[in-house]
């Protein structure tokens, strides 16, 4: 069955960088479309950056300029390159995959993964 494991969070201090890893198994990756997403204490669930399978990508607001998702299929991997961390950036983060774009932005029907926590020390 399709498992994703997310990798690479930490704690660092604000403006450092961390790069999480999505490692996707029991299915080929490029037909996936992946979404990076993140869940503070407290609050709600949020999409932070996807990339569909031909490549493309879409970022919120409040990452964009600071944040890269990346792809590399030959691997089974989706990146998250983060620099120039806030305070605000502190949450879990969670991967997610669907052949189906449109399920990165409903969070429905999506395989998840089981999180890597990213804290940001002000």
């Known amino acids: 069955q399709v498992q994703l494991v997310e990798s690479g969070g930490g704690l660092v201090q604000a403006g450092g960088s961390l790069r999480l890893v999505c490692a996707l198994s029991?299915?080929?990756?490029?037909?996936?479309?992946i979404g990076w997403y993140r869940q503070a204490a407290g609050k709600q669930r949020e999409l932070v950056a996807r990339i569909g399978s031909g490549g493309g990508t879409n970022y919120a607001d409040s990452v964009q300029g600071r944040f890269t998702i990346s792809r590399d299929n030959t691997q089974n991997a989706v990146y998250l390159q983060m620099n120039s961390l806030k305070a605000e950036d502190t949450a879990l983060y969670f991967c997610?995959?669907?052949?189906?774009?449109?399920?990165?932005?409903?969070?429905?029907?999506?395989?998840w993964g089981q999180g890597t926590q990213v804290t940001v020390s002000s």
């Open positions: 029991g299915d080929t990756l490029s037909t996936y479309n």
């Open positions: 997610a995959g669907s052949r189906r774009w449109i399920d990165l932005g409903t969070m429905r029907n999506l395989y």
